[in-house]
């Protein structure tokens, strides 16, 4: 979907330009290395909590737990980005891992995406259509669209696993995660780009937006003086915000700038200012995508109090497990949160 280094380049085929490798390995060694020890964190204990509190599961709750799995597997392939950067660009893990290690990260890009746009169309249906989300947002369901995704996203991705480890010639060493060089190459990865571009994040882009819309004109059509449903509606804009945050963050530069850089590789009248300044946008717009695992946490916290709810119950579940039966069978018996929000928002409508 779209490349991920650059290092140096010929202009005009005279003028060769500045190399960035210096740059580029200092940043993606530290950020990878950050991203993943946060993501680790986060997204296990996101994980952990969410499988010991399976019982109060709920379509929402399935597709966080997904969207946990998806960072896990991708933080961990981060540390052999990470072993590549630190070598200054030298490969020593074999040609299976590199191409594992691409595809690895695009395959948690667009799950990331693919996930968020379903947890918001599930919110979508609790708040704007209470009783149909009732037979449309069951727990069986959710499987089924999650399946969905995972299958689409690896076989869509699966030309990054074309793509191994192989030998520069100016420099003799074993590369990984570097951009095709040949224009035939680079058409192809232009067509991959525009078809990602467009499925991958065009079209979830636009039907979160719609959702969101949705939610907000119905939050704000309710608006009276009850509690609950004030607290309702500043729960459901806190995820919004969160979600809009992680596209305009993490997701958008990254494919704006991707597109750019592509067909700016096929220029042939580019000056070392602009490739050097294109080649700079890579590295950076790759982390923000990349920190994407960092995000999906705090969607998980500020998805509403269900997550909260989930949080409280595997403590008060954990400091009771040598106290009595009791104890334990009160928390089994707690229902989710997301019943009660559905109520409050069927509520809401019938005012309305």
Not at 39 to 68: C, D, E, P, W
Not at 96 to 112: D, E, G, Q, T, W
Not at 143 to 150: A, F, G, L, M, N
């Amino acid at each position: 979907m779209g490349p991920s280094n650059i290092t140096s380049s010929t202009v005009n085929n005279t003028q060769v330009c500045a190399s960035i490798d210096d740059f580029r390995n200092q940043v993606y060694s530290t950020v990878y290395s950050i991203i993943t020890v946060l993501g680790l964190m986060g997204n296990g204990f996101a994980l952990y909590v969410l499988l010991r509190t399976y019982h109060q599961k709920s379509s929402f709750h399935i597709y966080m737990l997904n969207l946990a799995v998806s960072d896990l597997l991708c933080v961990s392939t981060l540390p052999l980005r990470v072993l590549y950067y630190v070598n200054k660009g030298q490969w020593n893990l074999g040609d299976f891992l590199c191409r594992l290690s691409s595809y690895a990260l695009y395959v948690n890009l667009y799950c990331s995406v693919f996930f968020m746009m379903a947890m918001s169309f599930t919110r979508f249906l609790a708040i704007v259509f209470p009783v149909q989300n009732l037979r449309l947002a069951t727990e069986k369901k959710a499987w089924i669209v999650c399946v969905c995704i995972w299958v689409f996203i690896c076989t869509t991705s699966s030309p990054f696993l074309l793509s191994g480890q192989h030998t520069d010639p100016k420099s003799n060493k074993t590369k990984c995660f570097e951009p095709p060089e040949t224009s035939k190459s680079l058409d192809k990865l232009i067509m991959l780009n525009y078809f990602s571009l467009v499925v991958g994040f065009i079209i979830p882009f636009l039907v979160i937006l719609l959702c969101y819309a949705g939610i907000l004109r119905t939050l704000l059509r309710n608006t009276n003086g009850v509690n609950k449903q004030r607290y309702t509606r500043n729960k459901a804009i806190r995820m919004i915000v969160v979600v809009m945050l992680a596209f305009l963050v993490s997701f958008m530069p990254y494919h704006i700038q991707r597109t750019l850089h592509l067909h700016f590789k096929n220029r042939e009248n580019a000056n070392c200012k602009d490739t050097i300044y294109m080649q700079k946008s890579v590295v950076i717009t790759l982390c923000l995508a990349a920190a994407n695992s960092c995000f999906d946490p705090m969607l998980y916290f500020f998805s509403g109090e269900n997550f909260r709810h989930r949080l409280s119950t595997f403590r008060r579940a954990s400091g009771n497990i040598i106290g009595s039966h009791k104890g334990r069978h009160a928390v089994q018996s707690s229902p989710p949160v997301e019943e009660s929000e559905l109520q409050n928002c069927n509520g809401s409508n019938k005012l309305g």
